[in-house]
């Protein structure tokens, strides 16, 4: 029986995109590794229509938190200041980061079942004008929730701050506005959205903010790698197969219909599983309106726990998640990210029914 992950990342993979991975051996300073590299970094900008004149993609071999860790540490200037909104662990880890390397740092902390505030967030930058740039996750796996990203793009254009999003669990697959918002960049990864495999991560940068760019890690200079990779170089080795399955996973996306589609795709699917937990009495931990396309939470009935459930459905191949600090025991997850076919999801569904009324 095949095997269905239902964690957000790493995904199910397409049969195209594993045998990707045996290509062939390949020098990362080789012509065939410039083209492999530059096609990948082409498709990530057309994704979202972007011209390479304006935004630089920007490859790196790590996990999603690299892309993050390299896109707050090099783009808030020596003299700049960093907002960072947190409602979930991946807001919270932009705070870590930014502490370990010393940049300066507001925190505004929501609870993890709450909107961010952005009447706090209008204050916050009214009353700090040393604050220059704005982070914040896009989507927060941590719950499902799917940050409203315009209200923070009409109050960051207001005070002249430009905006840091960790795009780690939407990129692909949400709406990320980069015409009109005033995004400095986007840090993601290949084995979410793009149902690419883990080892990739990628940030999307805006051209002018390098001007003032204070690259602070050797290894995550987000600087030297655009320099690098504008001449067709990288400055260090890549994970060259999780490159081929990249640029594969990325041609898929492409034929299928790009982020408009998957995002269906992914409501779809979604909404059918919800529409069959909430059948059962199992209650939705969000609103429809707050929740993205890529995962949903929803919060465990007394009649079960989470081992108990996670065990049960993994007998049957499907892979769920749990939540995570205060929510470990009152939340699971399911993402709909992946190869998953019409057949998974009834599947699934009766899976769930089975294990949740027994
Ligand atoms: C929103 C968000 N940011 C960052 C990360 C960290 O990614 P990784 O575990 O690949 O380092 C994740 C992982 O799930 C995430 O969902």
Redesign the pocket.
Known sequence: MKTILLN??PVTLSERVRQALLGDDLCHREVEFASLQSGIRNKLLDIYQLADTEWAATLMT?????A?EAMVTSLVPATGKLLILEN???GE?MTRIAGRYGIRTVSLRNNWEAPIDYVAVGEALAADPEITHVAI??????TGRLNDLAPLAMLCAQHKVFMLL?????FGAEVIDFANWPIAAA?A?A??CLHGV?GT?FVIVNRDALANAHPRSVYLDLVAYIAAQDKAGTPFTQSVQTFYALNEALNELIEQGGVETRRQTYRSRMGRIRSLLTEIGVRPFLDDDEVSCVLHAYELPSTTNYIKLHDDLKAQGFVIYAGQGPYAEKIFRISMMGEIADSDVDRLGRALQAALRA
């Not at 790590?62 to 690299?66: C, Q, V």
């Not at 996750?137 to 941590?142: D, I, P, Q």
């Not at 960790?166 to 939407?170: E, L, R, T």
């Open positions: 957000p990342g790590g996990s999603g938190t690299a993050v979930g662990v991946y880890r996750v896009h989507h927060e796996t941590t960790d795009a780690v669990s939407s840090a990864t084995n979410k883990p991560c």
